[in-house]
Nanobody
Framework: QLQLVVSGGGLVQPGGSLILSCAAS????????IGWFRHAPGKEREGVSC????????NYADSVKGRFTIPRDNAKNTVYLQMSSLKPEDTAIYYC????????????????????WGQGTQVTVSS
């Protein structure tokens, strides 16, 4: 069983930056594809980004392209979501997800059925 622990949320002003971390523990002898999702009140859940198990493939929602990046450090079993130029519409609860298939390369990640979900962390962008 894999556990995902999310950290790094908080309050940030518009135009600011924030880094979220998703640390995996448990069965980590293999690497997992990792995705980030967010859910804002009154809106549908949105897939934000995805990175393949080795980091060779990444995918981003149009709403965050050029502003967010998703680096991973497999030695630390951690994937990050680096967020910059934040906007009020980025306010949401952010979740990370993982999949056991090491050959999943983030195609259709927004509608993919992920195996594991971490707890959410609140990100609020407000002045």
């Amino acid at each position: 069983q894999l556990q995902l622990v999310v950290s790094g949320g908080g309050l940030v002003q518009p135009g600011g930056s924030l880094i979220l971390s998703c640390a995996a523990s448990g069965f980590t002898s293999v690497y997992y594809a990792i995705g980030w999702f967010r859910h804002a009140p009154g809106k549908e859940r949105e897939g934000v980004s995805c990175i393949s198990s080795t980091g060779g493939m990444t995918n981003y929602a149009d709403s965050v392209k050029g502003r967010f990046t998703i680096p991973r450090d497999n030695a630390k079993n951690t994937v990050y979501l680096q967020m910059s130029s934040l906007k009020p519409e980025d306010t949401a609860i952010y979740y990370c997800v993982a999949d056991r298939n090491p050959y999943y390369y983030c195609s259709g990640y927004q509608s993919y059925t992920w195996d594991y979900w971490g707890q959410g962390t609140q990100v609020t962008v407000s002045s």
